[in-house]
């Protein structure tokens, strides 16, 4: 494969503020919205409890799918706080709208969050933050119910890093009855990108270092325009594509700091990696070195790369080692890599990788959206043709990935059965 891949706008940033909606009657106006299943959901749930779009980027039909990048949307008025199970079902993303809605009208009823297999995602911290703001909440069977009269600000250390339990917090704060301060915050890019739209929305936000906000709460938010960041996760799978030997790729619109992890890890690998302001050059073909890997919470390695990563690390001449400490059933895709030739052991949280193995096609079956994009690396690298079934999953998170890699020179279609 050979060629420039222009980077989407991030899932993980979009989703957050799709639900900072809720905190304002106002429109927001966002662009470089990426145009995957995950963020289609979201505008759905959104439209369910009273949103309203409009413009070259407002939902076709029934909200199958979005038109551009850009999208005008506005909650005028919160008329149902509840987000149904029917639309939730498929993402994680749901729960993001817990915090919004109890500070905007006190009352809210979402459905339990699903989205991928790749073990517990507690939202425990999540919900002890907003009971100290005042919220009563209940947990029956698909649904978490909460009320409040009005929250109030707290003086809050989270026990352990949490991303989207920052993020529910943060919204909630901007509209809570004084001052809150969360302590011991998520650091990724995307939380730091939802506080640059909360601040254009009239929050008053501060932080320092980025692991401690303190926000003043505000009786209300007014609109804003947006841009949302390009997706580091996508930067990065295109960018290992590109080391595999054989490709040549430009990774181009991306903010190579927020991808430092992942760099230094290819440089001891000796991937030939250059990196420009706002681009990616990666050329296969240099001998690779295997490395050990640990995934951390921001700035360190993500674990949201590991699979791919994994994938890259086959053709690696040694053994190299990747503990992943953030889920605990993340190697789901080691499996089916061995279908494919690759030499994979996993032993707990950690995978041996015994690279140089030659891979053949062969048919596999993913089960979460980071693994999905693995498979179809490493049937890229593989001689023969490579099926992957389940495939839906890419679609959550990757824009138009088929079309991008063909761009490329790839030989990838849709099957649609």
Partial sequence: MAGSVAVSGAKNAALPELAAVCLSAEPIVFSNLPQVEDIKVMVAALREIGAETESEAALAGDGAGLQGHELRIAMPTLHSPVVSHRIARTTRASVLLLGP?????????????????????????????????????????????????????????????????????????????????????????????????????????????????????RASLHGASHRVIPDRIEAGTYLIA???????????????????????????????????????????????????????????????LQAQLTTLLTQARGVSRVRE????????????????????EVRGDEALIRGGSTLRGAVLKTTDLRASAALVLGGLAAAGETRIENSYQLFRGYEDMPGKLQKLGADITMAWE
């Fill in 101 to 217: 809605m109890l500070a905007r009208c006190g009352a809210a009823r979402v459905s339990m969050p699903g989205g991928c297999a790749i073990g517990e995602r507690k939202i425990d911290f999540h919900l002890q933050g907003l009971e100290r703001m005042g919220a009563e909440i209940l947990v029956a069977g698909e649904y978490l119910s909460a009320r409040c009269d009005r929250l109030h600000g707290i003086d809050f250390t989270f026990p352990g890093k949490t991303v989207t339990g920052t993020e529910n917090l943060l919204m909630a704060a901007a509209l809570a009855e004084g001052t809150t301060v969360l302590r011991n915050c998520a650091q990724e890019p995307e939380v730091a990108d939802l506080a640059a739209l909360l601040a254009a929305m009239g929050a008053d936000i501060r932080s320092q270092d980025g692991e401690t906000y303190v926000i003043r709460g």
């Fill in 242 to 304: 590109g080391c595999f030997p054989g490709n040549d790729i430009r990774v181009e619109a991306v903010i190579p700091e927020h991808l430092g992890s992942l760099l230094g890890i290819l440089h001891d690998m000796g991937a030939d990696v250059a990196v420009h302001q706002k681009e990616f050059h990666a050329r296969g073909g240099a001998a690779l070195r295997p490395v050990a890997v640990v995934t951390e919470p921001y700035p360190g390695f993500p674990t949201d």
């Fill in 325 to 344: 400490t953030i889920f605990n059933d993340r190697f789901r895709h080691a499996g089916e890599l061995n279908r494919l030739g690759a030499d994979i």
